[in-house]
């Protein structure tokens, strides 16, 4: 569910010197590509759309590199694997997901309960528009180290965020009882995303309502203003 972005897999790209004397050459002018972290953040771009679209398992670094209009061993100067990029792309989400968060409760014409209320249901699109970003996620962090570490890094860091929206003192049992509300909202919303809910016949505002109200428990009347 809410997650922070505690990573970073941005590289440094070297630079050639220009050539003082470039060839000319006639007819249409070349096309200029982007160049250091424009290009790693077209590739990024690329790879959000192929998994959107194509899903993690049936895309590849070579169709990428093409979508992002670069040859396949570009790729290869800003990520080191296709976990790499994919890694990127979760980084990607979770910022949009904290824009979300902080705008909703930057309204200060609406109370509480109105907040959660428009939030729940947005974070729950916010899966189920990434579905295939979350499953792939899921099955990757069982094995691949990095993955796990991601996700778990992002969780510890979410707990700490939603401790200070609830304007209390972070102890012990208050991040236990933020672990158990995230973790459960993750289930529930990735659940949605992926089919299964509708499969076992559960009415999706009814689930969000009964998120909503979960939360709306935790954080108190009133988010912390500090």
Known sequence: MLVAQPWSYTRAVSTAEDNPNPPRRRGRPPKT???????RASLVDAAAAEIREAGWFATSTNRIAARAGLSSGAFYNYFSDKVDVLLAVYERWVADEWAMVRSVFSEPSTGQRQRI????????????????????LAVLARDDERVRAARLQSRMAQIEQVVRLTGRRGSARL??????????????????????????????????EDLATSLLALLGPEPDRG
């Open 33 to 39: 590509l982007p160049q250091g972290a424009d290009v």
């Open 117 to 136: 209320g428009r939030l729940v249901p947005m974070l729950i699109e916010h899966h189920t528009t990434w579905s295939r970003l979350r499953h792939a």
């Open 175 to 208: 991040r236990t009882a933020v672990a158990i509300r995230l973790m459960m909202f993750e289930a529930v919303a990735d659940s949605v995303a992926a089919g299964d809910a509708a499969v076992m016949g559960l009415d999706r505002r009814a689930l969000s």
